[in-house]
């Protein structure tokens, strides 16, 4: 938050000088107490400063509060992902349900023989498979997964705001989080909607909720 020339004049005075009054506040500017009961009441609501009646303002010395979008502006995908669940493009769709409630994850990432992302599995594309399929344990997962290059992947230096926005705009859960190599993408790491909710409460730090 921004704060003004006069806000910026009046924590200094409280800090130097609280417990002050608004009155001895907005005497040391030379302005009227109406005056400047606008800037007192942003730099209490802000967290700068506390108010006691009667005795008056002081310096809270807490960090002032952060707009949840300037919050938000700074987080970074690597400080919030997991760890990614991967499977081998070889294994049954019945192998690949078994891990997936092994895991306790809604989306499995498919390596190929290199180690390289090939594909993505959802929940939905398991489901859908198993629906009018009775040999579930002789259909690998290369042929029903999302593949290579429809995949939409973030990197840790993205911001989680980006991956917020390929979330929405793709209508996934979830997105790897890989590193470039030569021949392919490692993948490091997986960023859910659940992280982003996460990410958001870490917003309210210690407020009541
Ligand atoms: P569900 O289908 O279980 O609700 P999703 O919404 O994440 O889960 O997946 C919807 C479809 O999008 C599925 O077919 C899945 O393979 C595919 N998908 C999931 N994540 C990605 C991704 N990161 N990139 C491309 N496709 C994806």
Known sequence: MELNKRQNEILEIVQSDGPITGEQIAERLNLARATIRPDLAILTMAGYLDARPRVGYFYSGKKPAQSVGDGMIGMKVGDFQSMPVVVAENISVYDAICQ????????????????????????????????????????????????????????????LLYAAKKMIE?????????????????????????????????????HDL
Request: proline fraction near 3%; glycine fraction near 6%; hydrophobic fraction near 40%.
């Open 100 to 159: 997936m409630f092994l895991e306790d994850v809604g989306t499995l990432f498919v390596i190929d023989k290199d180690s390289h992302l090939s594909g993505v599995l959802s929940r939905k594309d398991l489901l859908r498979t198993s629906l009018g399929n009775k040999e579930l344990d002789k259909i690998p997962v290369h042929v029903i997964m999302t593949r290579m290059p429809n995949i939409t992947y973030c990197k840790k230096q993205d911001t």
């Open 170 to 206: 793709q209508q996934i859960d979830s997105l790897p989080v890989i590193v470039e190599r030569e021949r392919g993408l490692e993948v490091v790491g997986r960023i859910t909607k659940t992280n982003i909710t996460a990410a958001f409460l870490s917003l309210a730090d210690d």
